[in-house]
């Protein structure tokens, strides 16, 4: 592969996804994984911007042939990510984003080894996260609860990842995973160092 993968995973609330969305204003060559749905399309949304929509027929017969790196069933529909779109990417030398949860790394990390830098985001506290999913006011005080019972089991599995951040200060950390994504671009891991080599002796 001529690209790098970069996961990014926090628990919601965390501030990972406007995290992610500034830094990939400021790094060139990047691509976000968009995942596909076989749920209706919502007032608003754009296909290929927000999810790739295909029918559950397709899905499944995407599931058949290997076609995705991870999926699931929710709620009656599928959602997964497809490797076509994140294989072209790569081979155009692009560092391709992940915003996936823990499970979602284990598996990229099995398909993908090496290439893969991964980003772990969170909040100073369990308080601290609470109060922000509750100034959003977006979720029910029951959402909330489940929210921080995930991002309990969450933060157990933090030493699976390369990387620790914790948003206290947006702007410091913002930096931090600018710095954290140009470097992956170079890990010795994801170059063809042989063919590197060659070249250099020849």
Do not use: C
Not at 73 to 91: A, C, F, M, P, W
Not at 148 to 164: C, G, H, Q, T
Not at 167 to 182: A, C, G, P, Q, R
């Amino acid at each position: 592969m001529k690209g790098s993968i970069l996961v990014i995973s926090g628990p919601s609330g965390s501030g990972k996804s406007s995290l992610m969305h500034e830094m990939m204003k400021r790094v060139e060559d990047t691509y976000f994984s968009i995942s596909t749905t076989t749920r209706q399309k919502r007032d608003g949304e754009t296909e290929g911007k927000d999810y790739f929509f295909i029918s559950k027929d397709e899905f499944k017969q995407g599931i058949e042939e290997g076609n995705f790196l991870e999926w699931a069933r929710v709620h009656d529909n599928y959602y997964g990510t497809s490797l076509k779109q994140i294989l072209k990417e790569l081979n155009a030398g692009k560092t391709v984003i992940f915003d996936i949860d823990v499970q979602g790394h284990k598996i990229a990390q099995e398909k993908f080894g090496n290439i893969i830098t991964s980003v772990f985001v969170t909040t100073p506290s369990q308080e601290v996260l609470k109060d922000r999913l509750v100034q959003r006011g977006t979720d029910s005080a029951e959402s909330i609860q489940k929210r921080l019972n995930n991002a309990i089991s969450e933060m157990a599995r933090v030493k699976e990842y390369d990387f620790l951040l914790i948003n206290d200060y947006f702007d410091k950390t913002l930096e931090s995973l600018v710095s954290i994504t140009y470097a992956s671009k170079h890990k010795v891991s994801s170059i063809n160092t042989q063919e590197f080599i060659s070249s250099w002796v020849d």
